[in-house]
DNA sequence: CTAAAAAAGTGAAATATTACATTTTTTATA
DNA sequence: TATAAAAAATGTAATATTTCACTTTTTTAG
């Protein structure tokens, strides 16, 4: 799904970097953290809700959750993965405050509230963060398009293939890496059923590409994986 | 696939209005306009080309376009279908002057072209300006999402029926048009073979839902249509 | 106007994907 | 720890979609 180097956790991450350096001042920056009280939230909690206004953003400093929609038949859908640190729900500051998505714990999580009138006013008053506000955006976009074409043009194998690298070299950043997705919502993740799913892990074991024990997998063959994510 | 008011087309007529407008002044809007000389552009000639450096925007002042994206193994998407007055290659401006994807003329067209660096240098200077561009590409990122969970959840009965009543209602504006995407293309911007697209087309046509003639369409039960569109 | 090229249309076979019914395994909890 | 509930796994049948090989129609260019 996501086959560029830049994604909705790597602008987030830019975001973060990008509030707290040159482009906005300490009290500025200070302002933002709310009243500095840590929310927790538990396993399958939801942050924020598909369909709500949102006053504040979520900065998560530990934890992970992912984006996910829910059409009107009741069908689901994991747009991204994201894990601390991250700026949560920045993708509709700027434009209304209704959120398009929810964005629910995968696991526990610790986080600040980020209040969203606070932000606008320093972007108002400062034309560099705006901009820099406006690049990042812009980038989202960018990936967003590229999710649609992934979607568009691969096949179930080359979806898998292509979310396999990415849960490894961005969220789990390892080779060996305990997922914490059910069949289910790594179905959601791909946009198919979980059986095939569930089939296409276990040709990948079969053919030596992948290691796959309940939750518990190893990428073997990365290259491999590769040609198939490119090949689709 | 577009399922949602806002989209890229719409957006970009914002855009020109809002350049148009209280945002920035008589002055700065004329400078926009680089020399002032017309473009012409034929059907079939690429206007702004994928993975190229972008100096200029276009700003199409008659003709209609398709924004198309063509991956390593030389397959072809259509992501959206765009007609005059629009302003065209807004999506990156602000992130990289590289285009993600090529905008060519699928009818002849006439228009200016607006320098990057001048649109730059006025947005800089004009918070307001910038945060109303930010608005725009966050609406675009929104409509994006919405392609992409469109794509993800509907199957190409759905995705027919969404793009027919889009082209009726945002392209064409009229219940009776004629197409001017080949069946080819048609199958490029649902994301499908293109049988697949002539056997769809007819069977509307034999369930009265549609009336297909070679390129002439008229949209007989946009009712039915809906429905289609939205069960998927 | 006509030949050549491109696009549209067709039907059947191959492939991909889902849906279903059911069993096994894992997880949560009283 | 026993039990119930949830998730995972599996094989098969049904459905959706693509691919292919081909014919017909339309468009284009000389």
Same mark, same amino acid.
């Given at each position: ?9 790597? !602008?987030? %991450? *830019? $975001?973060?970097?990008? @509030? ?12 933002? +953290? /709310? ?37 009107? !038949?009741? %069908? *689901? $859908?994991?747009?991204? @993965? ?12 700027? +434009? /209304? ?136």
């Amino acid at each position: 799904m996501i086959s560029t180097d830049e994604n909705l956790i790597n !602008s987030d %991450k *830019n $975001l973060l970097k990008l @509030i707290s350096s040159q482009y906005i001042t300490e009290e500025e920056f200070e302002q933002l +953290y /709310d009243n500095s009280v840590i929310l927790r939230f538990n396993k399958g909690e939801v942050l924020l809700k598909q369909g709500m206004k949102t006053t504040h953003l979520v900065f998560i400093t530990k934890g992970m959750v992912k984006f996910n929609y829910q059409d009107g !038949s009741g %069908k *689901n $859908l994991i747009l991204t @993965i994201a894990k601390a640190p991250s700026i949560l729900g920045g993708a509709n500051i700027f +434009y /209304d405050n209704t959120n398009i998505f929810s964005i629910t714990a995968i696991e526990d999580c610790e986080g600040y509230l980020i209040d969203v009138e606070k932000l606008k006013t320093i972007a108002l008053n400062n034309s560099n963060f705006t901009m820099k506000v406006l690049e990042l955006v812009s980038g989202m976009f960018k990936t967003s398009v590229f999710n649609f074409i992934s979607l568009a043009h691969k096949q179930v194998n080359g979806r898998i293939a292509e979310i396999l690298l990415y849960l490894s070299r961005t969220i789990y950043e390892s080779e060996t890496f305990t997922l914490n997705l059910s069949r289910q919502e790594f179905a959601e993740f791909v946009g198919c059923s979980k059986e095939n799913v569930i089939n296409t892990l276990r040709k990948f074991h079969n053919e030596g590409i992948i290691e796959v024990a309940g939750k518990h997998i190893i990428i073997i063959d990365s290259e491999k994986l590769n040609k198939i994510s490119k090949v689709g």
